[in-house]
């Protein structure tokens, strides 16, 4: 095994990680407004890729509208997840929720595969196939696209936290949501609030990685367990960990697959995952002890 | 919530992930079993319907579902077939029904409707299912229940060994290997990499590719393998890279044969890619796009029709039946469609043999004797010791140019 063989292992790992940590991020959001892993995650991943294959494809838009419109559909999307599922049954346990959102995974995903099929929709890369050589390794420019999106889309988010109202009003809501609402904070607006951007973040994620490895109805499923296990690695609610978390991940699969075997790269994510919970299951920047 | 509350709850989740996991999973054929009435004694054939009735021929495809690509040209076939068969007189001098029923590409599906076709429907005989697995789900029972099987399914298994009642028409992975070292043997091509798919029909490739490689001459530098759902093989790539292969062998179906092809570009790879006949539809090169270019692999040679030589013995057939689809539905016909047509042939051809009143042990021995029938997957000679009945001339090399199959001359 030369270096450049471990160097190309490291560059296309962080291109994967890239695409964790996004989802791993659309976890937190999702959790910190309301105690519940959002199981349909991964589903909001394939839409974004899947709308936005479809609107190029099919109604000939320029990339950017098609990327708009995918983001506003997975969007809306999530907001109805929010209003015709979590709603209703926000009085019930955690547990409840989450099942839900596993329901809410499958039926999104049979609609997708009654809608587009079980084939897969390419999408073009967005600057050309052609690859870049860094010191000996290959990377695509949709690699570098996915992790400027990774960059831009945590940027946004922390600036939303750290200055908007809305997100001031979520952070509240997420350390005490009985004292937030006694400060008049409405938690049900602040729960539809984190799942639109849960969504929209998924959705980014979706579009950027489709034309790596093509959007197909079935890809939520795995790429939201991906992400589930970022988000645990870097500390669940923990934005900055989510995205630690998928990176760490994204190479670690990458390393695995290169240098044990490609059989077990599936694998290798959910034993960090058993290994982290067993060992330090507030993840890698999570506070021990209680919540951020 | 405290450290260990948050530890609990993460753990719980994790089952839950699992259960998702395990939701996208096909039902095992054996899970409704128990649900089912318990299997009548097999009908007694149809010897006993009377002369001038309809002669009944089932047909399980996978309709709907993720094979639906395969199984949706076979019934469409099957019912293009079935009005020509009946506008030409029928079979035998009967009309003829088709039953077509839809196993989503399920096991548990597949077997039940097998059961209807033969206790309610009284079939002579059974032509599919469209998969390799609901063919072998449902093996046992016809040969438990003594009724002929055609099926429109690759594997190996399948015709090996040897099953009294059950045929099948698809080109094997076998004589697809075969072609494909005789190309290399050809072209100079001495040590290759292999990529095989971690799914059933990856590992009889790979089971072909090792055990035919030392009679060819062929060494296998690189060994990997990748699972159908895998998004980047950059890893198992760039193993393959620091070695001295020539060529890249790669097996299996799905998107992942396309990814490995945008994959090989993206690291500069240089050597040729050879794929299985698995991925030999537009499918294929609609999904890697430019990638695709360069690509050689065996494929049916309905694909490149219009190339063939005028000597090629399967013209006529290929011709007609292209002829036929186009006109009924406006579309091209491919090679799946084609599985239906032949065995649909061989059926009616038995038929016809043994007699309008023949009954299905009767057709079964007359579909063993099947000699030379020219269809469109090849030209079938079914005996004793073999209902697979291809050689590998069922087979064309073909290479993407420009995103469309170029015939190869050899």
Same mark, same amino acid.
């Given at each position: 095994?030369?270096?450049?063989?471990?160097?190309?292992?490291?560059?296309?790992?962080?291109?994967?990680?890239?695409?964790?940590?996004?989802?791993?991020?659309?976890?937190?959001?999702?959790?910190?407004?309301? @105690?519940?892993?959002?199981? $349909?995650?991964?589903?909001?991943?394939?839409?974004?890729?899947?709308?936005?294959?479809?609107?190029?494809?099919?109604?000939?838009?320029?990339?950017?509208?098609? $990327?708009?419109?995918?983001?506003?559909?997975?969007?809306?999307?999530?907001?109805?997840?929010?209003?015709?599922?979590?709603? =209703?049954?926000?009085?019930?346990?955690?547990?409840?929720?989450?099942?839900?959102?596993?329901?809410?995974?499958?039926?999104?995903?049979?609609?997708?595969?009654?809608?587009? @099929?079980?084939?897969?929709?390419?999408?073009?890369?967005?600057?050309?196939?052609? =690859?870049?050589?860094?010191?000996?390794?290959?990377?695509?420019?949709?690699?570098?696209?996915?992790?400027?999106?990774?960059? %831009?889309?945590?940027?946004?988010?922390?600036?939303?936290?750290?200055?908007?109202? %809305?997100?001031?009003?979520?952070?509240?809501?997420?350390?005490? =949501?009985?004292?937030?609402?006694?400060?008049?904070?409405?938690?049900?607006?602040?729960?539809?609030?984190?799942?639109? +951007?849960? $969504?929209? %973040?998924?959705?980014? $994620?979706?579009? %950027?990685?489709? =034309?790596?490895?093509?959007?197909?109805?079935?890809?939520?499923?795995?790429? @939201?367990?991906?992400?589930?296990?970022?988000?645990?690695?870097?500390?669940?609610?923990?934005?900055?960990?989510?995205?630690?978390?998928?990176?760490? +991940?994204?190479?670690?699969?990458?390393?695995?697959?290169?240098?044990?075997?490609?059989?077990?790269?599936?694998?290798?994510?959910?034993?960090?995952?058993?290994?982290?919970?067993?060992?330090?299951?507030?993840?890698?920047?999570?506070?021990?002890?209680?919540?951020? | 919530?405290?450290?260990?509350?948050?530890?609990?709850?993460?753990?719980?989740?994790?089952?839950?992930?699992?259960?998702?996991?395990?939701?996208?999973?096909?039902?095992?054929?054996?899970?409704?079993?128990?649900?089912?009435?318990?299997?009548?004694?097999?009908?007694?054939?149809?010897?006993?319907?009377?002369?001038?009735?309809?002669?009944?021929?089932?047909?399980?495809?996978?309709?709907?579902?993720?094979?639906?690509?395969?199984?949706?040209?076979?019934?469409?076939?099957?019912?293009?077939?079935?009005?020509?068969?009946?506008?030409?007189?029928?079979?035998?001098?009967?009309?003829?029904?088709?039953?077509?029923?839809?196993?989503?590409? &399920?096991?548990?599906?597949?077997?039940?409707?097998?059961?209807?076709?033969?206790?309610?429907?009284?079939?002579?005989?059974?032509?599919?299912?469209?998969?390799?697995?609901?063919?072998?789900? /449902?093996?046992?029972?016809?040969?438990?229940?003594?009724?002929? &099987?055609?099926?429109?399914?690759?594997?190996?298994?399948?015709?090996?060994?040897?099953?009294?009642?059950?045929?099948?028409?698809?080109?094997?992975?076998?004589?697809?290997?075969?072609?494909?070292?005789?190309?290399?043997?050809?072209?100079?091509?001495?040590? /290759?990499?292999?990529?095989?798919?971690?799914?059933?029909?990856?590992?009889?490739?790979?089971?072909?590719?090792?055990?035919?490689?030392?009679?060819?001459?062929?060494?296998?530098?690189?060994?990997?393998?990748?699972?159908?759902?895998?998004?980047?093989?950059?890893?198992?790539?760039?193993? /393959?890279?620091?070695?001295?292969?020539?060529?890249?062998?790669?097996?299996?179906?799905?998107?992942?044969?396309?990814?490995?092809?945008?994959?090989?570009?993206?690291?500069?790879?240089?050597?040729?890619?050879?794929?299985?006949?698995?991925?030999?539809?537009?499918?294929?090169?609609?999904?890697?796009?430019?990638?695709?270019?360069?690509?050689?692999?065996?494929?049916?040679?309905?694909?490149?029709?219009?190339? &063939?030589?005028?000597?090629?013995?399967?013209?006529?057939?290929?011709?007609?039946?292209?002829?036929?689809?186009?006109?009924?539905?406006?579309?091209?016909?491919?090679?799946?469609?084609?599985?239906?047509?032949?065995?649909?042939?061989?059926?009616?051809?038995?038929?016809?043999?043994?007699?309008?009143?023949?009954?299905?042990?009767?057709?079964?021995?007359?579909?063993?004797?099947?000699?030379?029938?020219?269809?469109?997957?090849?030209?079938?000679?079914?005996?004793?010791?073999?209902?697979?009945?291809?050689?590998?001339?069922?087979?064309?090399?073909?290479? /993407?140019?420009?995103?469309?199959?170029?015939?190869?001359?050899?």
């Amino acid at each position: 095994m030369t270096a450049v063989q471990v160097w190309q292992f490291f560059l296309s790992g962080l291109t994967t990680g890239g695409t964790y940590a996004l989802i791993a991020l659309g976890f937190s959001l999702v959790y910190n407004a309301t @105690g519940v892993i959002n199981f $349909a995650q991964g589903e909001f991943v394939m839409l974004g890729g899947m709308i936005t294959a479809t609107a190029i494809a099919a109604w000939g838009l320029p990339l950017w509208l098609a $990327a708009l419109i995918a983001v506003a559909i997975t969007t809306v999307v999530g907001l109805v997840l929010d209003r015709a599922a979590i709603r =209703p049954a926000r009085h019930s346990s955690v547990v409840v929720l989450i099942i839900i959102t596993v329901g809410a995974s499958i039926f999104i995903r049979g609609l997708a595969s009654i809608i587009w @099929g079980p084939n897969e929709r390419p999408l073009p890369a967005f600057s050309g196939e052609a =690859p870049i050589v860094i010191f000996g390794a290959t990377i695509t420019a949709q690699s570098l696209w996915v992790l400027g999106a990774t960059l %831009v889309t945590a940027l946004i988010m922390w600036a939303i936290f750290e200055y908007t109202i %809305v997100g001031k009003a979520m952070r509240a809501c997420a350390i005490n =949501p009985h004292a937030a609402q006694l400060c008049g904070i409405e938690l049900s607006r602040m729960v539809s609030w984190s799942f639109a +951007l849960a $969504a929209a %973040v998924g959705a980014i $994620a979706g579009i %950027v990685l489709a =034309p790596i490895t093509m959007a197909q109805y079935n890809v939520g499923t795995m790429l @939201g367990l991906k992400g589930f296990c970022a988000a645990i690695l870097g500390g669940l609610g923990n934005g900055l960990g989510g995205i630690l978390g998928g990176l760490v +991940l994204g190479v670690l699969e990458a390393l695995g697959a290169g240098l044990v075997s490609s059989q077990y790269k599936d694998a290798i994510a959910f034993i960090v995952l058993i290994i982290v919970l067993l060992i330090r299951p507030s993840g890698l920047l999570g506070r021990e002890g209680g919540d951020p | 919530m405290t450290r260990n509350g948050r530890g609990a709850a993460a753990i719980a989740l994790f089952a839950v992930a699992m259960l998702v996991l395990l939701a996208g999973c096909p039902p095992q054929n054996g899970v409704d079993e128990g649900a089912m009435a318990p299997p009548m004694d097999p009908a007694p054939g149809a010897e006993g319907a009377a002369e001038g009735s309809a002669i009944k021929i089932g047909a399980l495809f996978a309709v709907t579902g993720d094979a639906s690509s395969l199984g949706e040209p076979e019934a469409d076939t099957a019912k293009m077939l079935e009005k020509q068969f009946n506008e030409a007189g029928g079979i035998a001098g009967r009309q003829v029904e088709i039953a077509i029923r839809d196993t989503k590409g &399920l096991e548990s599906e597949a077997l039940n409707a097998a059961k209807e076709l033969v206790e309610k429907e009284n079939v002579v005989a059974i032509v599919g299912p469209s998969r390799s697995g609901t063919t072998m789900a /449902i093996v046992d029972y016809v040969e438990a229940s003594e009724v002929p &099987l055609i099926s429109c399914a690759a594997a190996r298994a399948i015709t090996d060994p040897v099953k009294n009642w059950v045929f099948a028409v698809p080109p094997g992975d076998r004589d697809a290997v075969q072609r494909i070292y005789k190309y290399m043997n050809a072209q100079s091509i001495a040590k /290759i990499a292999i990529l095989t798919s971690s799914s059933g029909y990856g590992a009889e490739g790979l089971k072909q590719l090792s055990e035919q490689a030392p009679g060819a001459g062929i060494e296998i530098v690189a060994e990997e393998s990748f699972n159908e759902s895998d998004t980047d093989m950059i890893a198992q790539l760039t193993r /393959i890279k620091g070695t001295d292969a020539q060529a890249v062998v790669c097996w299996g179906v799905g998107k992942a044969p396309a990814l490995i092809a945008k994959n090989m570009r993206q690291l500069a790879m240089e050597v040729p890619l050879f794929q299985s006949s698995g991925v030999a539809n537009r499918r294929f090169i609609d999904a890697a796009g430019d990638a695709a270019n360069g690509v050689v692999m065996p494929a049916a040679k309905l694909i490149v029709l219009d190339q &063939l030589s005028s000597d090629e013995p399967q013209m006529a057939a290929l011709k007609e039946y292209q002829d036929m689809f186009v006109a009924e539905y406006g579309r091209e016909p491919d090679h799946y469609g084609g599985h239906a047509w032949d065995a649909l042939h061989i059926v009616k051809q038995a038929i016809e043999r043994a007699g309008a009143g023949a009954d299905r042990a009767a057709i079964r021995d007359e579909i063993e004797k099947t000699s030379v029938f020219v269809g469109i997957g090849g030209v079938f000679t079914y005996g004793q010791e073999d209902h697979y009945g291809l050689s590998p001339d069922a087979f064309a090399m073909v290479r /993407i140019e420009d995103r469309d199959w170029v015939l190869i001359e050899e």
